[in-house]
């Protein structure tokens, strides 16, 4: 978890203390998580803290990050992930702020995301003075009705910034970092053609479905099939 969230720093994607990865055991209930405003050079394994999936704190001396209740919105909704990352980080933040998707313009962006990287909706002010973080993640799962979060590893929040997820921290995090190279690269491609189309239907099938699902054939084969 530790290297997760130290990840996020030499990828260049936080600035001072922003950002959080946390992890799950589904065996045990139990989530692991940055503590909140501890800086990333000075962070030990015994500052994370473990919470249970109500953000009970179960083992830590430290508060966790203050978007625990989003991560746990996550973790709750999408059964199949094992980690979550929130940054800040500089194009997907961009993104976000325009409250803009960001369109599948090429294969690296297709090789990880089946179709654009959503936005959700402005969160309504009711939600922004209530349980903000909570809210937070109820406004990504509404972005999510209808779609699928193992075919899209991530998502914008309107006007805040990206978060991603995976099957593990490590995974989640290298989604974040995957995420924000995909929204630097896309803000490049509309700055160099404002009429640039999203790539084919066909292309991106293509890189998806090779890394992705039954049939993919990208890199090595796993469990020693
Ligand atoms: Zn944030």
């Given at each position: 978890m530790l290297e997760a969230n130290l990840e996020l720093v030499h990828r260049g994607l936080?600035?001072?203390?922003?950002g959080n990865a946390s992890g799950i055991s589904r065996d045990h209930g139990l989530v692991v998580i940055k503590p909140s405003g501890v800086p990333y050079e000075k962070m030990?394994?015994?500052?994370l803290v473990v919470t249970d999936l109500d953000g009970k704190?179960?083992?830590?001396n430290l508060r966790p990050s203050s978007d625990l209740p989003t991560h746990l919105v996550l973790y709750k909704a999408f059964t199949e992930i094992g980690g979550v990352v929130h940054t800040h980080s500089e194009y997907a933040t961009a993104w976000a702020q325009a409250r803009r998707e960001i369109p599948c313009f090429g294969t690296t962006h297709a090789d990880y995301f089946y179709g654009p990287v959503p936005v959700t909706e402005p969160m309504p002010d009711h939600e922004i003075a209530g349980e903000y973080e909570k809210n937070t993640g109820t406004a990504i799962l509404r972005a999510f009705s209808g779609r699928n979060p193992s075919d899209l590893p991530g998502v914008l929040v309107a006007n805040h910034g990206p978060f991603a997820w995976g099957e593990n921290a490590e995974t989640a995090a290298h989604n974040a970092v995957i995420l924000e190279a995909l929204a630097r690269t896309a803000y490049f491609t509309t700055t160099l053609n404002q009429q640039a189309s999203p790539i084919g239907k066909t292309l991106h099938d293509r890189h998806y479905l090779r890394k992705h699902g039954s049939s993919s054939y990208y890199g090595q084969a796993k469990d020693g099939k």
């Open positions: 936080v600035l001072y203390t922003f030990k394994p015994e500052h704190i179960v083992e830590g």
